[in-house]
């Protein structure tokens, strides 16, 4: 690997002067420098303790792999702040400048790890909020490339406002019902399918005998067609339940309406979405209460 090439100077820009964003541009610089000591032995001897610390750390990296190896970013980190100016002018200028590599390099690279993740617990509060760390690294990169920046809280408010926005469209809040009452049937730890057939419910949670039917509105003139829409349903599924959800503002006036249709088809439930997770709840616990009853 030749050490001086356009590529290599760009490992040393102000860009990656920062808190662990790629670990093949921190081996790259791992391994440039030790191409430097290996290919130098009279700049650096390998008796000396701490050469021979750092020759045995990059063994250990290269047989851990860089990307699992928690001393790749403040090896790394180290050689940025050893190299200073020099490495800003040319690679080239490596041989011209002698590191003092220190006898207990690994003592060094503890206390720069702690300087590393005491920077990205600053920078990155959100550490804590992302359950997966792939998620995390995602946003970041998200964040830098949209935003020249790794704040999070630029990335995470336009994500929000962007789905305000798509909810304000024509079909976003019935998408949003749709995805609502299907993380609340699994929230419970239950099986769904989706249906999007002209004559039947949308949702069917079969555990439960539960056929779910989602509506951003409701105009009294429907009547007719949801009336059908859920007999069919009731059909098809073989439903103990029957379930129909709007949002929670509906108007008042058109819920009450569709209401109406309670007192001819039996079991079902019209409900606002801020009523679902206690609708399911109540009819999961009959369903365990039902099989608990059964003649074995």
């Known amino acids: 690997m030749s050490i001086g090439n356009k590529y290599t100077e ?16 921190e081996r790259d610089i791992i391994e440039l420098f030790a191409e430097v000591v290996w290919n130098h032995p009279e700049l650096y001897p390998q008796e000396n303790p701490g050469v021979a610390s750092f020759i045995e750390l990059v063994k250990e990296m ?7 190896s928690e001393d790749t ?11 200073g100016e020099t490495i800003q002018k040319s690679s080239q200028e490596w041989t ?23 920077k990205e617990s600053e920078l990155h509060p959100f550490k ?12 970041r990169k998200r964040a830098q490339l949209l935003y020249g920046s790794e704040d999070l809280s ?29 993380f609340i ?9 989706k249906s999007f057939e002209v004559c039947v419910c949308d949702l069917w949670a079969p555990e439960i005998s539960l056929g779910i039917e989602v509506r951003d509105e409701f105009d009294p003139g429907e009547e007719g067609e949801l009336f059908r829409l859920l007999t069919l349903s009731r059909h098809h599924y073989e439903t103990d339940h029957l379930a129909v959800v709007f949002p929670s503002n509906i ?6 309406s569709c209401r109406t249709l309670q007192h001819i088809i039996a079991n079902l439930k019209v409900l606002r979405i801020n009523e679902f997770e206690s609708f399911i709840a109540e009819i999961s616990l009959a369903a365990k209460d039902a099989k608990k009853d059964m003649p074995n």
Request: overall charge positive; proline content about 4%.
């Open 128 to 139: 804590a909020s992302f359950r997966k760390i792939e998620t995390l690294e995602f946003a």
């Open 185 to 193: 049937v699994r929230r419970k730890g239950l099986h769904l399918s």
């Open 251 to 256: 108007d008042e006036k058109s819920f009450q």
């Open 154 to 182: 630029i990335y995470l408010e336009d994500l929000v406002l962007k789905e305000q926005s798509g909810l304000r469209a024509p079909s976003g809040t019935l998408f949003d019902l749709l995805e609502i009452c299907e």
């Open 96 to 118: 011209k400048k002698t590191i003092k590599i220190p006898k207990n390099l690994q003592k060094s690279l503890d206390s720069i790890r702690k300087s590393i993740r005491k």
């Open 73 to 83: 970013a403040p090896m790394a980190e180290w050689i940025r702040q050893s190299l």
């Open 62 to 68: 290269r047989s851990v792999g860089y990307e699992k």
């Open 10 to 25: 760009q490992l040393w820009s102000p860009a990656l002067r920062r808190a662990r964003q790629d670990w093949k541009n």
